[in-house]
Every structure is written in C-alpha cells, then in structure tokens.
T-cell receptor, first 110, second 114 residues
Framework: SQKIEQNSEALNIQEGKTATLTCNYT??????LQWYRQDPGRGPVFLLL?????KEKRKERLKVTFDTTLKQSLFHITASQPADSATYLC?????????FGRGTSLIVHP | NAGVTQTPKFRVLKTGQSMTLLCAQD?????MYWYRQDPGMGLRLIHY???????AKGEVPDGYNVSRLKKQNFLLGLESAAPSQTSVYFC?????????????FGPGTRLLVL
C-alpha cells in the first residue's frame, strides 16, 4: 500500500539555525510533491510544490529537494525564526488527489 | 475574497444526532474536498467533488454523506453521529485536479460527539 512517512517526533532547533524536515514515501511514483504549513487551530497553508523533474525549489528562506530515486523530499528553512514554529505536512497525489503525511512539528527556540 | 469558509466552527453532538457542516468558497474553484484530522492520523480524505452535482468517496467515507448542489458550496452530513466521528473537519478547494494544483483550506470545524 502507499505510504507517506514524516518524523512524528518534534524537531527542536535554535533560532538562526537551519531546520530540515524529511518526507519519505513508498509505493508511489508522484509527479509532484507539495509542502504545507499548519498552525494550531488552523487549516494547512500551501508553501511549495516541486515536480519530479526538479531537483530543488526555493522560495525566500525555504528550500525543497525531491529525490525520486531515494523516494524522499527534504524541506529546509534557513535562518529559522520562532515564527516558523508550526507543523509541516508533505502531500503527494494519489489518483490525482493529494494525500497527506501526518506532519512534523517544528519548534524554534529564541 | 473570503477564500474558504466553514460553518459552524465548533459543535457538540450527542450520539445518534445528525448535523450538516457547510463549506463555501468564493474562488470559483471546481474541486472541493472534505478531510478529517485526528491526532496521530494526519489528514484523511472523506469525500470530494470534481464539479457541481458530482461527488466521490475518499479514504474514509463511511458514516458521512455529501452534496454539491452549487459550485461554491460543499456540504458534509452526519446522519447518525458516533463518538468515533469526534474530529476536526477541514474543507478545501482547488481550481483543478492533478498537477500543480494547490489546495486552499478552510479554518476547520471542531466536532465533539458525546
């Protein structure tokens, strides 16, 4: 069966450091992968999309990589800030419908 | 634009009661989705719609019904609520299905079934 795995343990880092979150998947051959941010009590908000033929995508302090051989995407936040604290979800299309991972909580300490 | 709105924000039901959750979007999106989110389970798709008058089952459709009578609205119904349906429900919409299409989420409805 198709599976999306994100680290269930919270990632704690110091302000100013780079946060790296991982999304692994099995039994998928996704044409693209998306990353969303979710704050407590709110709905997810789209951040970035990366296609299968793209190795890397950047948006301001965010960077996403996509390795279809390893079946893995890495999500980086450089120069992290306490305001970056949230849960980050990756999503892959399954029969054209986005299927979400369980998310990883990021906590940035001042 | 309000984006995606959900009504109500919070509701408490007794087992066996029925209710309807309303989702509205003002972005003229074709596709709409209902998810539930439970601790440790992530977002799971309940039902979705690819256009006015159409609906389809998602991953966890049992116990729920939906209707898309108008393009801008997507209703989620619980005919006989059960404690297992205690969850946070999110509605989302997108312009198209498939590649490159971002989903826009509503703020969620918290449902407690006693």
């Amino acid at each position: 069966s198709q599976k999306i795995e994100q680290n269930s343990e919270a990632l704690n880092i110091q302000e100013g450091k780079t946060a790296t979150l991982t999304c692994n998947y099995t039994n998928y051959s996704p044409a693209y992968l998306q990353w969303y941010r979710q704050d407590p009590g709110r709905g997810p908000v789209f951040l970035l999309l990366i296609r299968e033929n793209e190795k890397e995508k950047r948006k301001e302090r965010l960077k996403v990589t996509f390795d279809t051989t390893l079946k893995q995407s890495l999500f980086h936040i450089t120069a992290s800030q306490p305001a970056d604290s949230a849960t980050y979800l990756c999503a892959l299309p399954s029969n054209y419908i986005p299927t979400f991972g369980r998310g990883t909580s990021l906590i940035v300490h001042p | 634009n309000a984006g995606v709105t959900q009504t109500p924000k919070f509701r408490v039901l007794k087992t066996g009661q029925s209710m309807t959750l309303l989702c509205a979007q003002d972005m003229n999106h074709e596709y709409m989705y209902w998810y539930r989110q439970d601790p440790g389970m992530g977002l799971r798709l309940i039902h979705y719609s690819v256009g006015e008058g159409t609906t389809a089952k998602g991953e966890v459709p049992d116990g729920y019904n939906v209707s898309r009578l108008k393009k801008q609205n997507f209703l989620l119904g619980l005919e006989s609520a059960a404690p297992s349906q205690t969850s946070v429900y999110f509605c989302a919409s997108s312009y198209e299905q498939g590649m490159s299409e971002t989903q826009y989420f509503g703020p969620g409805t918290r449902l407690l079934v006693l």
